[in-house]
T-cell receptor
Framework: KQEVTQIPAALSVPEGENLVLNCSFT??????LQWFRQDPGKGLTSLLL?????REQTSGRLNASLDKSSGRSTLYIAASQPGDSATYLC???????????FGKGTSLLVTP | DTGVSQNPRHKITKRGQNVTFRCDPI?????LYWYRQTLGQGPEFLTY????????KSRLLSDRFSAERPKGSFSTLEIQRTEQGDSAMYLC???????????????FGPGTRLTVL
């Protein structure tokens, strides 16, 4: 069974800092990996999707990398802003091609 | 707004009652998923449809849970004889595996928060 772990569970940084969120998974036979953002009491917003054949994806201040062989992904957020405060979830899709397996998330607080 | 929509957004019910939630996917998406999320946890996969066919339902939590997607459009998730442990956020997602340059990127709705008293 695929296990997804996110470290740290919570993170507080001052505005302007660059930061890295970590995701690890136990089964490297994945189809793709998605990073999501979740605001309190809300649904999930897709940030980036990395296919298994890719090494990284970028969107604005966000950069996600994937090392499938070691079972790791990182989400890099540049020049953090208070509006980035949210829970960030990593999810992997196995080769079955449908279910996402989620980590518990990293709760990020960016202080002004 | 052409995103995934879910109704109701909140549902409070008494233990033992039946509840039904609705999900309307992004219109061109052929795949639809249901997940459950409890406090402090990531979403947990429940079931999946491709068009009107329910291709995976073994991870529904018990036989009290059922889902339908008539005509391959909207979907409903029903929980019969609700229990306090069913209290959670129920999330719906949709995706398309046809003609997309981001294969199977899942897009989520706002969720339905269920409280069982």
């Amino acid at each position: 069974k695929q296990e997804v772990t996110q470290i740290p569970a919570a993170l507080s940084v001052p505005e302007g800092e660059n930061l890295v969120l970590n995701c690890s998974f136990t089964d490297s036979a994945i189809y793709n990996l998605q990073w999501f953002r979740q605001d309190p009491g809300k649904g999930l917003t897709s940030l980036l999707l990395i296919q298994s054949s890719q090494r990284e994806q970028t969107s604005g201040r966000l950069n996600a990398s994937l090392d499938k062989s070691s079972g790791r992904s990182t989400l890099y957020i540049a020049a953090s802003q208070p509006g980035d405060s949210a829970t960030y979830l990593c999810a992997v899709e196995g080769n079955s091609g449908y279910a996402l397996n989620f980590g518990k998330g990293t709760s990020l607080l960016v202080t002004p | 707004d052409t995103g995934v929509s879910q109704n109701p957004r909140h549902k409070i019910t008494k233990r033992g009652q039946n509840v039904t939630f609705r999900c309307d996917p992004i219109s061109e998406h052929n795949r639809l998923y249901w997940y459950r999320q409890t406090l402090g946890q990531g979403p947990e996969f429940l079931t999946y449809f491709q068009n009107e066919a329910q291709l995976e339902k073994s991870r529904l939590l018990s036989d009290r849970f059922s889902a339908e997607r008539p005509k391959g459009s909207f979907s409903t998730l029903e929980i019969q004889r609700t229990e306090q442990g069913d209290s959670a956020m129920y999330l719906c997602a949709s995706s398309s595996n046809t003609g997309s340059n981001k294969p199977n990127e899942q897009f989520f709705g706002p969720g339905t928060r269920l409280t069982v008293l």
